[in-house]
C-alpha cells in the first residue's frame, strides 16, 4: 500500500528551524551562553596550548610593560623602547629560540602582543629572525597586535585569567619595563605566585630601578611588616637591556635549557 504521507515544505518545517535543533558545535547562541564559560575557557586554553606545542616552545622569557611607550616618545620613553628591542634581540640569540621542535625552543620572547614596550621587545626578535609571541586580549577599545609578533603565534583571548596563564606557565624569566595599572597587576600576580610558592622559582628583572622606587615604596611594606625582607630578593633591577640578561642568567635562566619543571608541566597539563 503506498504511503501517502508527504513532507511538509522547508517553510512549513518549525522543527527544523529551531535553534534546539542545531548542532550544538555549531550553535553560536548556545556556545557564547552563560552555561558555557567553561567550555569556552578550555578552548582558550587548548586553541594557544596546541599551537605553541606545535612550535615546540618549552619556555619562554615574559616581557611586560606600558602599551604607551613610544619608539619616538618624550622623556624616558624613547630609551625603554629601544632597550626593550635590544633586550629582545640579546634574548632571542642566546637563549635558545632557534632550536628546532624536535629539540624544543627555549627563551622564545612572549609579550601580551600589542604596542609600546610589547611591540620593542617582539620587534627586537623579529630583528634576529626569531621567533616570538604575543598573547593579545579582547579589550572595549580594540586591541590589535603589533606587526612583530610571529602570525602563528599571535593568540587573542577574552579571559584575563586564560592569558595570565598562558603567560605564566612557561616563563622561564620576567622582565617588567615601566607601565601602569596594566603592567602592576601582572608584575603583583607573578610576585604573589612566587611568594606563596605556587610557581616554579623564576628570575624577574625590573628595567629602570628609579622608575620602579618612584613608584613603589618597597621598603615601606617591610618596615609596615606587610611582607617579610627575604621578599625583596624575588626581584631585582637592571639598567641596561645587556644587564637584564645577566641578571637572568646570574638567577637561575638557563640559555638554550627549560627550567626545572617547565617541561614536565607542561606535558602532564
Aim: with cysteine; net charge negative; hydrophobic share 40%.
Amino acid at each position: 500500500m503506498a504511503d501517502d504521507r508527504q513532507a511538509p515544505p522547508a517553510d512549513d518545517f518549525p522543527q527544523l528551524a529551531s535553534p534546539s535543533y542545531r548542532l550544538a558545535a555549531l550553535d553560536r547562541d548556545f556556545l557564547l551562553g552563560p552555561s558555557m564559560r567553561g567550555v569556552r575557557f578550555l578552548l582558550e586554553f587548548a586553541k594557544a596550548d596546541e599551537a605553541l606545542r606545535d612550535w615546540g616552545v618549552r619556555s619562554t622569557v615574559v616581557v611586560f610593560g606600558s602599551a604607551r611607550v613610544r619608539e619616538d616618545g618624550a622623556g624616558q620613553h624613547a630609551r625603554w623602547y629601544a632597550e626593550a628591542r635590544r633586550f629582545g634581540q640579546i634574548a632571542s640569540e642566546r637563549g635558545g629560540a632557534f632550536q628546532d621542535s624536535a629539540g624544543g625552543r627555549e627563551n622564545v620572547i612572549a609579550t601580551g602582543g600589542g604596542p609600546g614596550i610589547m611591540e620593542a621587545a617582539n620587534r627586537g626578535a623579529s630583528d634576529v629572525g626569531a621567533p616570538s609571541i604575543g598573547f593579545n586580549i579582547s579589550l572595549p577599545h580594540e586591541q590589535e597586535p603589533n606587526r612583530y609578533s610571529t602570525p602563528e603565534l599571535t593568540f587573542r583571548f577574552h579571559y584575563f585569567a586564560m592569558r595570565k596563564m598562558h603567560l605564566a606557565m612557561r616563563a622561564a624569566g620576567l622582565v617588567i619595563f615601566p607601565g601602569g595599572f596594566g603592567t602592576f597587576d601582572e608584575l603583583f600576580e607573578i610576585l604573589t605566585l612566587r611568594q606563596t610558592g605556587r610557581s616554579q622559582t623564576i628570575p624577574v628583572v625590573l628595567f629602570d630601578e628609579a622608575y620602579w622606587r618612584s613608584v613603589f615604596n618597597f621598603d615601606a611594606l617591610v618596615d609596615a611588616g606587610m611582607i617579610n625582607p627575604a621578599d625583596l630578593d624575588l626581584f631585582c633591577y637592571a639598567e641596561t637591556a645587556e644587564e637584564v640578561w645577566e641578571k637572568l642568567v646570574e638567577r637561575g635562566l638557563k640559555p638554550g635549557e627549560a627550567p626545572a619543571g617547565v617541561a614536565a608541566d607542561i606535558k602532564d597539563v
